[in-house]
């Protein structure tokens, strides 16, 4: 394990490993002892894994949508570049930190919302697949 100072999420990372899922990102400062470690010599994965798993913050939720049902992401500026666009946003929230955390809350509120709302759409779709289909498949 290398230590870099990228700022990404890792959801592509966890995506890759569980698939279709609710992502919550821990904090990186909870790594900082593997890390510095990392700095110094190679860490064992059984020491990684054994932090990952029992760390409050590490949660597996899987998340599936109902059949015939998609939903598309579009970028209609041709896409950002992670660090850059974290750094902006990070910078935001320093400058700005009450509309920061406002618009933050706002937004994990909403998301949660949706997740809801999907996971309520999945259930009725095992009672009566065939009505779901009919809805989403026509």
């Known amino acids: 394990m290398k230590h870099n100072s990228s700022s990404g999420s890792g959801f592509d990372v966890a995506a890759a490993f569980y698939g ?41 939720i899987p998340f599936s949508l109902p059949r015939g049902l998609h939903l598309l992401l579009g970028d209609v500026q041709g896409g950002s570049e992670t660090p850059g666009m974290v750094k902006k946003v990070l910078e935001w929230r320093k400058n700005q930190p009450v509309a920061a955390k406002k618009l933050w809350d706002d937004l994990a509120r909403l998301n949660f919302e949706v997740e809801t709302e999907l996971r309520q759409l999945g259930e009725l779709e095992k009672k009566d697949s065939a009505g779901m289909s009919s809805v989403f498949c026509s």
């Open 20 to 60: 279709s899922q609710r992502y919550t990102r821990f904090l990186p400062q909870r790594l900082e002892a593997l890390l510095q470690e990392a700095s110094q010599q190679p860490v064992p994965h059984s020491k990684l894994l054994a932090t990952l798993n029992t760390s409050p913050w590490i949660k597996h």
